[in-house]
């Protein structure tokens, strides 16, 4: 007789003392929901932010001088009417001052007449004018006297006239000048805001390295459409002189400097009073790696300023496009052609 076989035993799942069946399961879903909290608040790696470029900053710093260059003319325009207005107040004054001084001694004078008559009764002129009976001098000497009193009148009205209307026209200026003050500071306040903003900008330029073949390495804020102006007038060191040349294998001063960025896809016109032109004002402080640099007050040359001193040309006939120092010629300025 068959005997009949058992089921193997089932082992329940092995358990840590204290901790309930489904605990593992509760901590699974747990860490799944603190993951995804974390990623969503961005505390797991994300990928990091590309600092700002050079030509992103620049923008920046344009649209700032946007708001301010107004600001500067409106300062300008301010300060050069206050200046005037001032001068105009300071006229006034010196010819209020005789002015000033006649309406005192003519109210003195009236002062001491009306004194005399108060204290001590008419005075003996007018006593002998009236007592005089000499026919028609009574008359006479009471219209003269009248006369002369409506005179004196006058003369002191006209005084004070016109030094009430210098006071008028003085008082209009100060409260001018008074505006005008509070809006220059207004301003100034304004400007050294907008100054500040530009300053922090500033700052944030990256200072790069390019290597430029022909050329000497160069550490410094350069622009993207400069570095590859740079790049393109470096290879062209020892290529010949040749006026009215444009490349590729000769060049003119301003040639060479269209060439390069015509490169960066920039135009220029092939002369160097256009170019000057064509370009943004720099002031040597502020001239970066890339800057077209001109010479003599006539702009008759040009080159690609390379930093520290340095630039890049086509001196003149007899002299391939080389690297040299600025300071051999006079330096009339920079402009940025970007």
């Not at 001084?101 to 007449?113: H, Q, R, T, Y």
């Not at 006209?158 to 209009?172: E, I, S």
């Not at 062209?236 to 896809?265: E, I, M, R």
């Not at 391939?320 to 600025?326: L, M, R, W």
Request: net charge positive; proline share 7%; charged share 20%.
């Amino acid at each position: 007789m068959p005997v009949a076989t058992m089921p193997p035993p089932r082992h329940a799942p092995s358990q840590s003392p204290g901790r309930p069946a489904g605990f593992h399961r509760v901590v699974r879903r747990l860490l799944t929901v603190v993951a995804a909290v974390a990623v969503g608040a961005g505390l797991l790696a994300a990928p990091a932010h590309a600092a700002p470029s050079v030509d992103e900053i620049d923008a920046q710093i344009d649209k700032q001088w946007e708001q301010l260059e107004p600001t500067i003319e409106q300062y300008n325009k301010v300060r050069a009417q206050l200046k005037a207005n001032k001068k105009k107040s300071a006229d006034l004054e010196k010819k209020m001052v005789p002015l000033e001084l006649e309406s005192a001694l003519a109210m003195n004078k009236v002062g001491d007449i009306a004194a005399r008559y108060y204290i001590q009764g008419p005075s003996q002129d007018l006593g002998a004018l009236l007592v005089n009976t000499k026919p028609g001098t009574l008359a006479e000497q009471l219209v003269i006297l009248d006369r002369l009193a409506d005179d004196q009148r006058r003369q002191i009205a006209g005084v004070l006239a016109v030094r009430d209307k210098y006071n008028r026209q003085k008082q209009k200026l100060d409260a001018l000048i008074a505006t005008e003050v509070k809006q220059s500071n207004e301003l100034a306040a304004k400007k050294k805001q907008i100054d500040s903003e530009i300053k922090r900008l500033t700052a944030m330029l990256p200072v790069t390295s390019i290597r430029p073949e022909g050329c000497p390495a160069i550490d410094g804020v350069v622009s993207s459409a400069a570095r590859t102006a740079i790049k393109t007038a470096c290879l062209q060191v020892g290529d010949p002189y040749v006026w009215g040349a444009t490349g590729p294998n000769s060049f003119d001063c301003s040639g060479l400097t269209q060439y390069a960025y015509k490169a960066a896809g920039i135009s220029l016109t092939h002369f160097t009073g256009a170019q000057w032109n064509e370009g943004r004002k720099i002031s040597a402080s502020d001239a970066r790696p890339g800057d077209l640099i001109f010479f003599y007050s006539d702009l008759h040359h040009v080159g690609l300023y390379l930093g520290n001193g340095l630039m890049v040309h086509a001196p003149r006939t007899g002299k391939p496009v080389q690297v040299a120092k600025i300071a051999y010629m006079p330096v009339a300025g920079y402009r940025r052609p970007y």
